[in-house]
């Protein structure tokens, strides 16, 4: 293995752990597709920002994604407390509005410029040891750092915020009185999402980001009993799914993000079948 | 001259534009085990979740023990119906009864070793002990209610409220639950259960507030299941009342 | 691959030849089955093709759409275009693009798997519909993803026509592609108007249905199966990634305005192809891609439903609250 190799290994596992972290949540609140809107709704952010400023990778990118995910949370959030829809409905029509208005207005005003749809939409974490910036005198792969600063702050967020989430995600009722700010929380959890959905967007492109944060939390609920080891678990995934999935990759010469991904779904499925006490072969054989 | 555990005035709620409550003015004494009672669709539940804030858009005055709810949190508790809990969440019997500390450590105090006491005094009076490592998921109904009394007494709250406790619960577990209930009053506290069992208030309970779209009567359980009342109360559609 | 992407974006760029059926070429398609039809429009030809195209589209979409959304499974179309996507992968390495009908059906296949594994997900009582909807929507788009890339790097020249499933594209749409939606809806029509009933049970009463002795799943599969119909036909005009919108937004709009089901399949049909008609227009007309005007132009009929619908809007019904408030008082 070269080191660029255990570079982008290093970065799909950091992103693997943060997405599994916020995703375990979400998964456990029902919001499990929010991700999947978030990193699509983020476009036109990505797209105003490069038009304002000619830039395309500066924290204003990361900023004004951010409040385009934020936007589509609320706006959905919005359409569904109006009580005339449904969530998932909701959901499934804010989120394709702002990926038009992203893809429109890179063909009305960028499509000469170098916004990179193809990037956009599948990633590129297999060049992502090349693009260096210099921290504190080394040069560092950009995307190791982002990842990793977002990485560092999802920890503290939920370490910071563990019984705020765990017991508005559990019983919403008993947060709010027990004086612990549970809607509070859960809007932090909302803009912290759509924060780290856009790091994953730069990483690993918008259609992959769902993967990173539903997949191993979903394998980790199968394992475990206990939110504290569900989450660890689920990071523990990832790691798996990045070190098996960029092996595959390699020897197949194909999509680093994709068979990351794919070896995710082949863990889950390995796992709803054979996991000890929630396993389907687990109950198949408890009912005989 | 004591407060009464819970004072509404004026009070009117609704759900997605349409009223559930309009004009409720009642008193819940303390120190006693006091019903809501009413038949569906009456109000009972979202009378005391709108008085507990839990309820966007409520109108009139709530007063918790004389006092508004931000002033009283950590002396009320609050179980709620068991359908209102997130089932397949990944939590264990222990850590759902050390949920009740949390109003006293908040967001990163840790438990203390009192605290640890408390949790495993809390859980042999309702007799869950052995069941602490199970997951909430593998419970039985009963089960699962005796562990968010638990809870709610390891809150060491003055006033406890439950939401349909004893549906969905084997007959054992809700005498067990009902005996716990009122050795807490004796002791003091006062307790408020919506309820939709009238025998068993009969039988009980202390208090009774009759609910319909409104309160229709409130005092002692025989004063307030008069067929005259019961009769305007159920007799009539639900919203008629007002 | 980039720029074939981009360049699918821009309607009358060059498009890979391998997708379309028919080359390019105006005068040997003037013949075509709706010749007339396309000619009676005050439409240049093209214009023509493309905004028929995107009706009928539309109009099935429309149609269909209530059958996610009314029972709560809005993002299960999102997750069966994003399905779409491997199907036409592997068709296309078993049969090389030569036959587009292939790719459609490769599509329709793994949609329908799709559906019907987050259907059996949800049924093992493990996963919450929405992490069976994220799962599955994760496996076959890394799974298509995977196989596409595998694709690409074989050397295959004419290859990256796939991704306009992705994006979607009209500029390449010709008559037999209108054939085949105009077919499609026409089964739509005859199948909707034959279960209406127990459509209409099983939407508003899933237990009712079970009680009448019709097995649940015989209801699922043909719903999922109209669906995969639906995203199938949307996928290349709008793309796997906007498929959801179509699918949702007329059924939003359509549902501010009536209650009964007997109306709303109908006029979210209605909605669907006018939104697919104009959208086309005037995408056409401002050289935009089709994709994104006409899911535009649907959200905002639906947002505009939302908050000025007469009696179901959210101005109403704050008005109407307000009186009853009133009138309590």
Request: proline share 5%; aromatic share 4%; hydrophobic share 55%.
């Amino acid at each position: 293995m070269t080191p660029d190799d255990v570079m982008i290994i290093v970065i799909a596992g950091l992103l693997s752990t943060s997405c599994a972290l916020l995703g375990g949540l979400l998964v456990l609140r029902g919001q499990a597709l929010l991700p999947d809107a978030v990193s699509h709704a983020v476009l036109p952010g990505i797209v105003l920002i490069f038009l304002l400023t000619g830039e395309r990778a500066s924290l204003w990118t990361v900023a004004g994604a951010t409040a385009f995910g934020v936007l589509c949370v609320l706006g959905s959030d919005w359409l569904r407390r109006s009580g005339v829809i449904e969530s998932d409905a909701a959901l499934a029509l804010v989120f394709p509005a702002l990926f038009s208005l992203g893809i429109l207005g890179i063909s009305r005003f960028a499509s000469g410029a170098h916004i990179d749809l193809d990037s956009a939409i599948y990633g590129d974490l297999t060049f992502a040891p090349l693009r260096t910036m210099s921290l504190f005198g080394a040069d560092l792969p950009r995307s190791l750092v982002i990842t990793g600063v977002a990485t560092v702050a999802v920890v503290l967020l939920v370490v910071v915020l563990w019984r705020p989430l765990q017991a508005a995600t559990f019983d919403p009722a008993f947060a709010e009185l027990a004086g612990l700010r549970g809607r509070l929380t859960g809007q932090v959890l909302l803009v912290a999402v759509a924060g780290l959905a856009v790091v994953a967007f730069d990483s690993v492109g918008a259609i992959l980001v769902i993967t990173f944060f539903v997949v191993p939390a979903s394998t980790a609920r199968l394992l475990t009993v206990r939110l504290g080891s569900m989450l660890v678990v689920a990071a523990g995934c990832g790691w798996i799914a990045s070190v098996a999935g960029h092996g595959v990759a390699v020897s197949l010469d194909t999509s680093i993000p994709g068979t990351i991904g794919l070896t995710s779904g082949v863990l889950f499925a390995l796992t709803l079948v054979l996991a000890p006490r929630r396993g389907l072969l687990a109950r198949w054989r408890a009912r005989t | 001259m004591t407060e009464p555990a819970l004072r509404l005035q004026g009070m009117s709620a609704s759900y997605g534009g349409r009223p559930v409550l309009t004009g409720v003015d009642v008193e819940i004494p303390a120190g006693v085990l006091s019903a809501v009672v009413g038949p569906n669709g009456a109000g009972k539940s979202t009378m005391v979740k709108a008085a507990l804030g839990l309820v966007p858009s409520v109108r009139g005055t709530v007063r918790w023990l004389g006092q508004p709810l931000r002033r009283v949190r950590k002396r009320v508790a609050y179980v709620p119906q068991s359908d209102a809990v997130a089932k397949d969440f990944p939590i264990t019997a222990v850590q759902v009864v050390e949920m009740g500390r949390y109003p006293h450590r908040g967001w990163l105090r840790r438990l203390t070793p009192g605290d640890d006491e408390l949790v495993a005094d809390v859980m042999a009076q309702v007799g869950v002990t052995d069941l602490a490592d199970r997951p909430i998921d593998e419970l039985s109904g009963g089960q699962r209610q005796r562990v968010f009394l638990a809870r709610a007494l390891a809150q060491r709250a003055e006033l406890i409220v439950l939401d349909e406790p004893f549906t969905a619960v084997d007959a054992r577990t809700e005498a067990t639950l009902l005996e716990i209930l009122t050795g807490l009053c004796r002791d003091g506290a006062s307790v408020i259960a919506v309820h939709h069992d009238l025998r068993d208030v009969l039988d009980h309970f202390d208090h009774a507030v009759l609910m319909a779209g409104t309160v229709v009567a409130a005092g002692t359980p025989a004063d307030v299941l008069t067929p005259d009342s019961l009769e305007r109360a159920y007799g009539m559609a639900p919203l008629a009342a007002r | 691959m980039s720029a074939v992407v981009a360049g699918s974006l821009q309607p009358g760029a060059l498009q890979p030849a391998s997708l379309q059926p028919g080359a390019l070429q105006p005068g040997s398609l003037q013949a075509g089955p709706l010749g007339g039809l396309l000619d009676a429009l005050p439409l240049s030809y093209p214009d023509a093709v493309v905004v028929v195209g995107t009706a009928v589209v539309g109009f099935v979409a429309g149609l269909l759409g209530p059958l996610a959304v009314l029972r709560q499974r809005s993002m299960f179309g999102d997750a069966m275009s994003h399905g779409t996507l491997a199907g036409v992968a592997v068709a296309f390495l078993l049969t090389g693009a030569k036959v587009p009908e292939l790719l459609l059906l490769g599509a329709a296949v793994s949609a329908t798997l799709a559906a019907f594994a987050m259907i059996a997900l949800e049924r093992t009582g493990r996963l919450r519909s929405d992490a069976a909807i994220g799962v599955v929507l994760s496996v076959s788009l890394t799974l298509g993803i995977v196989l596409l890339t595998g694709i690409s790097d074989s050397g295959n020249a004419q290859q990256s026509g796939l991704d306009e499933y992705l994006l979607g594209q009209t500029a390449g749409m010709v008559e037999r592609d209108i054939v085949v939606a105009l077919a499609g809806a026409g089964v739509a029509v005859v199948v909707i108007l034959l279960g209406f009933r127990l459509l209409r049970s099983a939407t508003f009463d899933p237990g009712f249905t079970a009680v009448a002795g019709v097995r649940t799943w015989v209801v699922d599969a043909a719903s999922t199966g109209l669906l995969a119909l639906a995203v199938v036909l949307g996928v290349r005009t709008v793309g796997a990634i906007l498929m959801v919108a179509l699918l949702v937004a007329p059924v939003v709009t359509a549902r501010q305005l009536t209650t009964r089901l007997a109306a709303l399949l109908p006029l979210s049909a209605v909605v669907g192809a006018a939104c697919g008609a104009v959208g086309g227009l005037v995408s056409g007309r401002a050289e935009l891609p089709a994709g994104p005007v006409i899911v535009l132009l649907a959200t905002a009929l639906a947002v505009l439903a939302v908050v000025l619908a007469p009696r179901r809007g959210v101005i109403a019904r704050a008005r109407a609250g307000r009186l009853r408030e009133g009138a309590a008082r």
